[in-house]
């Protein structure tokens, strides 16, 4: 079983940075391509970035050029680099396995961009 707990959010001005992290239990961890999904109010959860075992990345159009995502297999822990953020980035941000896995989801952390 992995356990995941995401931190790091906040509130933010617009044009602001935050970097969220993402740390899991679990010897497995490692082997899992692992993905950073947001939810906003009333609207489906997306994933956003997502970054394979072996470190490649890829991006929602939205957010390429400002968000960056990695991860430290030694430290069981997956990050979300945030910069220029936009009232529209406002959302609750999850990490999970790609394609999520339904056991995984934790409690997720809050992003607010607001001037």
């Known amino acids: 079983q992995v356990q995941l707990v995401e931190s790091g959010g906040d509130l933010v001005q617009p044009g602001g940075s935050l970097r969220l992290s993402c740390a899991a239990s679990?010897?497995?961890?490692?082997?899992?391509?692992m993905g950073w999904y947001r939810q906003a109010p009333e609207k489906q959860r997306e994933l956003v970035a997502a970054?394979?075992?072996?470190?490649?990345?890829n991006y929602v159009d939205s957010v390429k050029g400002r968000f960056t995502i990695s991860r430290d297999n030694a430290k069981n822990t997956v990050y979300l680099q945030m910069n220029s953020l936009k009232p529209e980035d406002t959302a609750a941000y999850y990490c999970?396995?790609?394609?999520?896995?339904?056991?995984?989801w934790g409690q997720g952390t809050q992003v607010t961009v607001s001037s």
């Open positions: 999970n396995t790609m394609p999520p896995s339904r056991g995984y």
């Open positions: 679990g010897s497995i961890f490692k082997i899992y391509t």
């Open positions: 970054i394979t075992s072996g470190g490649s990345t």
